[in-house]
């Protein structure tokens, strides 16, 4: 569970600070505490305290601004609470229907499995060892499709990291770096290019990308518990990190 929804005071901060965000400059306590839940003291002194960690600056009366640090801490917690989410959303209210996984060994009509995520994809182990479990809905021999329902619990996973590695467009004149591209590229599951300079790029170090709606493809891929690389044009790096932040997804950008 992420830090916002394990403590009660830091789930406050976080709504007073995106109220905060959503009202700069002309802030009312009044109004922040109306919607929040809490009294305007209460906000008053949450807000004393964001000032004080440098998450918020003062600009007068009433007039407030939040930092890049408060910024990047809203990001943060944004990103946890989307993940917790999309396991809420994903891996427990999908309980009420069907879905397809791999069974690794043999498997009965019936019978209890234990659900993981392995490269990505959804598998079934016969027992009920896991933190997420199902019914199996078919019989299924190892390496074949099962259907489960009855989903209980989340599936532990770690999500994904991506890196952004850009290279110079035709314009610029400049060539890309193929070592920058092939550390970016090293151990990932997943290489994806926006950009026709990126793939031939790529292409110059024997890695085929995907090539279609590459930072929704990272974003799904990262949420997925995969490792990503997406090398894309200067100039198009930000359609790529947009797909990323809407999906709540970290990721680190790099040049050659």
């Known amino acids: ?43 008053s002194e949450y807000v004393r305290e964001l000032d004080g960690d440098g998450f918020v600056t003062k600009e007068g009366r009433s007039r407030y601004r939040v930092t890049e640090e408060g ?72 390496d074949e499709v099962v259907g489960v329902t009855g989903f209980e619990g989340v599936i532990d996973l770690e999500p994904g990291t991506v890196v952004v590695q850009q290279v110079p467009p035709v314009r610029s004149g400049a060539a890309s770096s193929p070592d920058a591209l092939a550390t970016a590229c090293k151990g990932v599951d997943l290489v994806a290019a926006a950009g026709v300079e990126a793939v031939v790029a790529l292409r110059g170090i024997d890695v085929e990308p995907i090539r279609f709606a590459a930072g929704a493809v990272a974003a799904d891929a990262a949420g997925r518990g995969l490792d990503c690389a997406v090398v894309v044009t200067g100039d198009r790096v930000g359609e790529v990190t947009d797909a990323l932040r809407d999906a709540g997804v970290a990721y680190e950008v790099s040049t050659d």
């Open 1 to 43: 569970m992420t830090d916002v929804l394990d403590d009660k005071r830091d789930a406050t901060r976080f709504r007073i600070l995106a109220a905060i965000a959503e009202r700069q400059p002309a802030v009312s306590q009044g109004e922040i505490a109306d919607s929040v839940g809490v009294t305007a003291q209460a906000v």
């Open 71 to 142: 910024v990047d801490w809203l990001l943060r917690s944004a990103a946890d609470l989307q993940r917790f989410v999309d396991h809420v959303t994903d891996d427990v209210l999908s309980s009420v229907g069907e879905d397809a996984a791999i069974a690794t060994d043999t498997i009965e009509e019936g019978q209890q499995v234990s659900l993981s995520l392995d490269d990505g994809l959804l598998r079934a182990t016969p027992g009920d060892a896991g933190p997420a479990t199902g019914v199996a809905t078919g019989t299924a021999e190892g």
